[in-house]
Nanobody, 114 residues
Framework: QVQLVESGGGLVQPGESLRLSCAAS????????MGWFRQAPGKQRELVAA???????NYADSVKGRFIISRDNAKNTMYLQMNSLKPEDTAVYYC????????WGQGTQVTVSS
């Protein structure tokens, strides 16, 4: 059974940082492309960042220079370091894995507010 479990969300003030984690089980983590989507209330889900099995990364323009995606294949875990957070980063963040099938986590809430 495939499980992707996100953690690390919370309430922070603008300018602060958070690190999200996505722990995977039931997949061969190292061969999966991984990434993060987010969905804000009333908005479509959008791709935030992705990392391939080979370690190549890409980011949404809105987070370039502020967010860093990484993975630790030994721990079957992916991370999203989010710096200089803005109120517009408020959303539910979902991790996904993709190889021959796509799987999703349950989401973790990130709220940026003063």
């Amino acid at each position: 059974q495939v499980q992707l479990v996100e953690s690390g969300g919370g309430l922070v003030q603008p300018g602060e940082s958070l690190r999200l984690s996505c722990a995977a089980s039931g997949i061969i983590f190292s061969i999966n492309d991984m990434g993060w989507f987010r969905q804000a209330p009333g908005k479509q889900r959008e791709l935030v960042a992705a990392i391939t099995s080979g370690g190549s990364t890409n980011y949404a323009d809105s987070v370039k220079g502020r967010f860093i995606i990484s993975r630790d294949n030994a721990k079957n875990t992916m991370y999203l370091q989010m710096n200089s957070l803005k109120p517009e980063d408020t959303a539910v963040y979902y991790c996904f894995s993709n190889n021959r099938a796509t799987y999703w986590g349950q989401g973790t809430q990130v709220t940026v507010s003063s």
